[in-house]
């Protein structure tokens, strides 16, 4: 067991080694001179040469990156461009909004995917099934941002049901953080509901053709047993990988939806950050996410030995 | 030891390859998911036929005009004619969703082939392979362009990176089941050489879920361009696409939602025929595979 | 065995008919099916794959898949009641209490994330309304009285920590734990080695005897209906083609069917031994070994060793059987024979060329002295490739223009007795047996000099078995090749092999001419085996008993 933690967070290293190497490569492999490309057309000399400093470009590449890594190591991201902050300031205060929406719309997408997914695969081939899975093509292919205006249009102008845009921290009281929350959320739920509703009935419908439900129907227990207790326990491992494989998608949805309902997280942050041509908080907020989602999937990992005996050694 | 007699009906047949175009009238819905990319289709390529306007021409004076005879989707903040932009965003859309389809597929296919055979490229292969789905799809392709500006090449090559690792991880998984198969090692056993077997013996193999997934990506590309340019980190602003003319239509939402609506919906149906046909493409394929529906 | 002298029928099948789907003139899988079942009997319901037997006890169970496999006419009574027309409900009610059933694979007829007891514990949860400890001691008892070593430990144990024969008598524990009327068992040995299967037929039939259990036996294998049946009914193609007590229908089949079905059974009797011959040797395996080393992170790296100091030679014309039940390396060797594994140690000689150590460039020219065919004919050809371009592959490689090598598949294609215009056919469009002469016909169009069977009949019907190892014997005849036949089926061995080596964990225990070894065993594990190979004292093919043929 400890042996198998062990392995699966030594395994996230090179992962992570990867990505930091992608973005430091990134900058420095693009053709043309790097403090140009990140200076803009009309920079005048001094402004290349401050950026040339400030990451270092004017050292041999291994150096550059091995001072940049072994400041990384140390939780140094550098500071923006811009405005000249440790990006690691800037990215605080961000948080609250994108950790909100992101953990609302995991708890709501499960709740409401897994049952979806099971009723359409117990009920395979039946209108049920077919109106989850048409729901669920549609949540691919309708992007998040029309989702979005479609929903504002609907509750917030038209209704007056909550808030158009914005966002309150829940210090300000639930009440107002709650009803600006609603709205993201949903509009975020949808590709994620589209993705945990379609595997979970795909591993439903493998689980339900194995020889244990059939014993265990032979065994004269009721449907609902079979379902829950046999099948949707055997089913998981396949869910809760494509939850995790999924939040890559959810956290660019985050981007997405914060900028369509103005939520001052981390994804507005990055936008504003490209418009500005800000590589350095732009190649840390990459760092972030991916470290997030490395994360995820090791606990993701770690929760598949509670679910399979089999997977303990 | 599996000893029992095999009783015939259960094994699963596979048939050699060949995939009909009967598939796309195969249900009602397909059938309609076909006609609109058709129709999409030759809006693209005949955009300067239909579009009524100039989708450039900027006209000060005109500024968020309501639709009318003249303009039948009204006019935007620069007073351009919006129904004409929307025709030729078509071709933007298109083009980067099929260059992506074609560039992630042929790169994942060549990646996923050499390392589900040579297990020393495998290593290092699928370890930045898993690196690169570490990053999220948007803001892999938002520092692409970024640092290299925004081009109709440089997005196109943004979006297809984050699609390689999907497709090479499929070609490889494929390779890894099919290598196993007593086919193949009869064929190596009758002396047969290392690229004769992966050309004969497992590239087949992967065609039919390349087709499928080339929808996929296809669809996805679309997409992420038409987010890009939501986000003002895609192709330039003055070029008409539909992600471009939602974004100029964001500040405006309250006063004219049409500039959001109608790019929008023509977005969706894009995508949504593109899915359909590619869900239909697989059931066709592999009736086995219509149960299991992983992307 | 007892004779059922009892009048009181348990299960009674009656002019059956289940269709493929629900219309009026579906193909029917079970055709006017009448059976009966009494206290204390066991009926085997034999026949080979396609018969419908399976989908017979599936709709006595109410388990067929809903829409698919739909029971159209007659009746299925149990103990007097209904049940084609019984509710969902009822059935629920009816399962586990008055019948019960067991399946092929326990490796996968067990949920893998729930404790076996617990599983056991369910039934007894939806059927009584007994308390938590008066569940766990009828538990017990029952796990000890299927012969469960350590009860408490495998209680809590999960399926996986357990081996086939203990799971399989988990599938028993629950399934007779409320003593049902009936039991239906769909072939629960054959997933299972002898020796396991010996002991689980045994266990079924002692709890019959003491719970006075009606069972229905369905299985492919003449020799566990010799062991088990007190009557036999014989299935084809969803009928029933005879039914009759267990002597009867052994010794005087009424029908034609029967009568080639028995036939096809080989006889544990080892075939007129051939005489010596001094043709050279073509195969030699000198101390082979292959271990596998899982290579961990984290403390030592485990050695298993799947074959350890295997010495084997094979002369021309000859045949040798390596036998043995699952794990016992037998395959391992075969497969570091024709190379597809690297051995770890010892040495391979092919026509006194030392091939263990070439590497694979070098190994080319020496690759098609030795072919070898697989087990699972529906696996071994690539079903995109035509089965002439199959065939033509080998000889293409060694190159032998296209044209020719085609034409060399006709001829080969004939030699397996298959129509030449088999060529431009796909794999899907032939049956089993027909798929594994291909595969011959792929293996011989090299010229080998030895060719390896590994389990090349195991998956085959017995009556297509027998006429597969026909056309081995015919084509080894004719071709002076050698053959080395690697197989778990003792019967099989007897018939075809000169000589035969035992293979036990990885070694070879016993090594001989076949008529000394198979008669005469001379290690303990080669009598078990013996011992356990299920009808040992019927001579089907002759319609009686062994003991009988001695007179």
């Known amino acids: 067991m400890l042996g198998y933690l062990l392995r699966r967070i030594l395994a996230a290293i090179p992962v992570m080694g990867v990505v930091a190497l992608f973005v430091f490569l990134l900058l420095r492999l693009t053709p043309g001179d790097p403090a140009a490309i990140l200076a803009g057309d009309n920079a005048t000399p001094e402004q290349l040469e401050r950026i040339r400093t400030s990451l270092g470009l004017n050292e041999p590449i291994y150096i550059q990156f091995y001072t940049w890594i072994v400041k990384l190591l140390h939780g140094d991201l550098g500071v923006s461009l811009i405005s000249n902050k440790p990006i690691l300031e800037m990215i605080g205060p961000r948080l609250e909004p994108s950790i909100s929406v992101a953990l609302a719309t995991i708890i709501l997408s499960i709740v409401v995917a897994v049952p979806l997914g099971v009723i359409a695969a117990w009920k395979h081939g039946t209108w049920i099934d077919r109106f989850v899975m048409g729901l669920s093509v549609l949540g691919f292919s309708v992007p998040v941002f029309v989702i979005g205006y479609v929903l504002i249009q609907i509750f917030a102008i038209n209704l007056h049901w909550v808030p158009v845009q914005g966002f309150r921290s829940i210090s300000a009281g639930f009440g107002p953080f709650f009803e600006r929350l609603i709205l993201p ?127 303990r050694y | 030891m599996a000893i029992d007699t095999l009783p015939e009906s259960s094994i699963p047949v596979t048939r050699p390859f060949r995939l009909r175009l009967g598939f796309l009238t195969a249900t009602p819905i397909i059938a309609v998911a076909t006609i609109c990319l058709v129709l999409i289709i030759l809006m693209a390529i005949c955009a300067p036929l239909l579009a009524p306007h100039d989708p450039l021409l900027l006209a000060p004076a005109q500024r968020l005009k309501p639709a009318s005879a003249q303009f039948l989707l009204g006019t935007d903040a620069f007073g351009r004619d919006v129904l004409s932009r929307i025709i030729y965003g078509a071709r933007i859309s298109l083009v980067i969703g099929l260059g992506a389809a074609v560039c992630s597929i042929a790169i994942g296919l060549l990646i996923g082939l050499v390392s589900g055979f040579f297990r020393w490229v495998d290593a290092v292969m699928m370890r930045i392979m898993d690196g690169l789905m570490a990053i999220p799809a948007i803001l892999l392709a938002i520092a692409v362009v970024s640092l290299s500006g925004a081009s109709i090449w440089t997005v196109m090559i943004a979006i297809t990176i984050p699609e390689i690792p999907r497709v090479a991880r499929l070609v490889r998984s494929v390779v890894l089941t099919a290598r196993e198969e007593p086919y193949v090692e009869a064929a190596i056993s009758v002396g047969s050489s290392l690229p004769k077997i992966m050309w004969r013996h497992l590239m087949p193999n992967t065609i039919a879920p390349l087709i499928v997934q080339s929808t996929y990506v296809c669809a996805s590309a679309i997409l992420t361009e038409a987010i890009l340019s939501f986000l003002g980190a895609g192709i330039s602003p003055e070029t008409p696409t539909w992600g471009n003319i939602m974004a100029e239509g964001r500040a405006y939402f309250q006063v004219k939602p049409s500039l959001i609506f109608w790019p929008g919906l023509l977005l969706s149906i894009a995508i949504l025929s593109v899915n359909l046909i590619g869900d239909a493409a697989r059931d066709a394929l592999d009736p086995r595979m219509k149960q299991r529906e992983g992307k | 065995m007892t004779a059922a002298n009892s009048t009181n029928v348990v299960l009674d099948i009656n002019n059956l008919v289940v269709g493929l789907g629900r219309k009026a003139d579906a193909h029917r899988i079970i055709d006017d099916l009448s059976l009966q079942v009494r206290e204390g009997e066991t009926l085997c319901l034999v026949g080979e794959s396609g018969s419908g037997k399976s989908v017979t006890s599936l709709t006595v169970m109410g388990l067929l898949q809903k829409g698919t496999l739909v029971p159209s006419g007659g009746s299925v009574k149990l103990v007097g009641e209904e049940l084609l027309t019984a509710s969902d409900r009822r059935l629920r009610q009816l399962r586990a209490t008055r019948m019960a059933m067991i399946f092929q694979e326990p490796m996968t007829a067990l949920n893998p994330v729930v404790h076996v007891g617990r599983q056991i514990d369910e039934v007894l949860r939806a059927h009584t309304d007994l308390d938590a400890r008066a569940r766990q001691q009828k538990i017990l008892a029952m796990m000890e009285h299927v012969r469960l070593p350590d009860v408490e ?86 009928r029933l083609v005879e039914s009759g007590p267990l002597d009867d229908v052994l010794r005087h089949p009424k029908m034609e069917y029967t009568r080639n079905l028995l036939s096809s059974v080989p006889s544990l009797v080892p075939r007129t031994p051939r005489p010596e011959t001094s043709e050279p040797v073509v195969l030699e395996a000198n101390e082979l070994g292959k271990v596998y080393r899982e290579r961990s992170m984290f403390g030592k790296a485990r050695e298993v060793a799947a074959a350890k100091d295997v010495t084997l030679t094979l002369r021309k014309g000859r045949t040798l059987g390596i036998v043995g039940e699952s794990g016992s390396g037998k395959s391992t060797v075969a497969r570091c024979i024709v190379r597809l594994i690297d051995p770890t140690s010892g040495g391979v000689r092919l026509a006194g060329r030392e091939i263990s150590d070439l590497s694979r460039r070098l190994l080319q020219p020496h690759r098609k002295k030795i072919q070898i065919i697989f087990q699972d004919p529906y696996r071994s050809l690539n079903p995109r490739v035509t089965v002439g371009e199959s065939i033509a592959e080998g000889p293409i490689n060694y190159g032998m223009p296209r044209k020719d090598a085609l034409a060399r598949a006709r001829e080969l294609l004939e030699l397996v007795h298959l129509p030449p215009d088999a060529i431009s056919r796909y794999p899907h469009q032939f049956s089993g047996g027909q798929r594994q002469r291909i595969a011959i016909a792929r293996a011989l169009a090299l010229d080998p000099d030895v060719l390896v069977a590994d389990e090349a009949v195991s998956a085959l019907d017995v009556s297509v078995q027998a006429q597969v190892l026909d056309l081995l014997d015919e084509i080894q005849k004719r071709l002076g090749i050698a053959l080395l036949f690697i197989t778990h089926d003792l019967r099989v061995a007897a018939q075809i092999c000169d000589d035969v080596a035992v293979m036990q964990h990885g070694r070879i225990v016993e090594q001989g001419p076949a008529a000394e070894v198979l008669t005469n065993p001379q290690q303990a594990y080669t009598r078990a085996l013996l011992d356990a190979a299920p009808g040992r004292g019927w001579d089907f093919a002759n319609f009686r008993p062994v003991s009988e043929a001695a007179e």
């Open chain 3, 153 to 238: 430990r495998i209680f809590a144990s999960y399926p996986h920590r357990l081996s086939g024969g203990q799971r399989q008598r988990i599938m028993i524990a629950m399934a007779l734990v409320l003593e049902p009327k009936l039991l239906i068992a769909d072939e629960p040995t054959t997933a299972l080695d002898v020796t396991t299967q010996k002991q689980i037929l045994t266990l079924i039939r002692d709890l019959q005897r003491d719970h006075g259990t009606a069972v229905l036996f369905i299985t492919h294998d003449m020799g566990v209906v010799a062991e088990i049946a007190d009557r036999v009914a014989v299935m084809r193609h969803g």
């Open chain 1, 185 to 311: 959320t949903c509009t975020l739920s949808f590709i994620y509901v589209a993705l945990i509703a379609r595997m979970t009935r795909a591993s439903m419908l493998d689980v339900l053709g194995e020889d244990y439900v059939r014993t265990a129907r032979a065994k004269g227990i009721g449907e609902t047993g079979v379902l829950l207790r046999h099948a949707l326990r055997n089913a998981a491992v396949p869910v809760i990988t494509v939850i995790g494989s999924g939040f890559a998608l959810l956290i660019s949805g985050v981007v997405v939806t914060e900028s369509v309902f103005n939520l001052p997280g981390i994804g507005r942050l990055t936008v504003d950050a490209v418009l500005a041509r800000d590589y350095p908080v732009i190649q840390a907020m990459i760092l972030l996410t991916s470290g997030i989602y490395v994360a995820v999937n090791l606990l993701i990992d770690l929760a598949y030995t509670l679910l399979d005996p089999r997977i």
